[in-house]
């Protein structure tokens, strides 16, 4: 069950430069059923404004439409990490589950199909690029290529800055500006990888440090937008590495995963993972 209500956010912009988004003071929460872990991991749009989740505890993918409604799209065998749309509407998935893990694809029709298996370690930020999936395996420290053609996925690139020190190395992922950009949560880290011209990796390049437990991310012109999970902010990572936070727990949010970005609308999904409460999706403008 969930219930969506408007709530008055004073955010606390003090020490925010004049390159960071003047948010605005009004938000909305849908809020989800913790005792039946629906706890948002991933997030996509959809064109009406509609907001595609992955629950990852639940194995589920759920629709929140703009008025609130959550209608649940898919059961997975396992838990779910990134999601991506296409533009022919469908709906990408990352999966762990044993042998059974890898990317699945779910139709507007509906069902769930296994798209791409991938090798058993723990799949996490998926993002999309034309006709190109990028994975990353936060348990490897990897990033995978996974064509949508039907090709064979492969390992695009992998260990140093994206390796785990003890939990997840890399986890979030995007792909901007010719390069393919990837958190690692571990190393509070923010790397970019180029796209060579020949499709392979260039040099992974650190491009901001200092974001420990930092997620999944968005951009937003030149700035970044990432979740912060293990401190429950929202930052705002400038093209000079510095950064900002613009959201934090006092406004609502609980251990947030992923962002997405529609016009002025923000969408922030919190897992609760830690504070075990108030799994939510808040949605704001700046």
Known sequence: MFRISAVVAAVALATVTAT?????????????DLSHLQQPENITLEPDGSADLTFSPAAQVARVSPS???????????????????????????VNAGDQTGVYRIGRGGGAKLFAALPAGFVNGLALDGRTLY???????????????????AIWAQGGPLAKVTGFGSNGIKV????VWVSNTDNGTLLRIPVQRDGSAGAIQT???????IDDFTFDGRDVLAAINASSQLAVIHPDGS???ALTATNGLSNPTSIAVRGKSVYVASAAYRTQNDPNLLITRF
């Open 20 to 32: 960071t988004p003047a948010w605005a003071s009004t938000d909305r929460v849908v809020h989800f």
């Open 207 to 213: 491009r901001a440090t200092g974001l420990p437990g």
């Open 176 to 179: 901007h500006a010719g390069a």
């Open 243 to 245: 950064h900002t936070i």
């Open 68 to 94: 609130g409604q959550v209608t649940i799209l898919a059961q997975l065998p396992g838990r779910t990490g990134g999601i991506v749309r296409t533009p022919d509407g469908a709906l990408y998935v990352n």
């Open 135 to 153: 994975a990353t395996d936060s348990s490897a420290g990897q990033v995978w290529r996974i064509p949508l053609n039907g090709g064979a996925p």
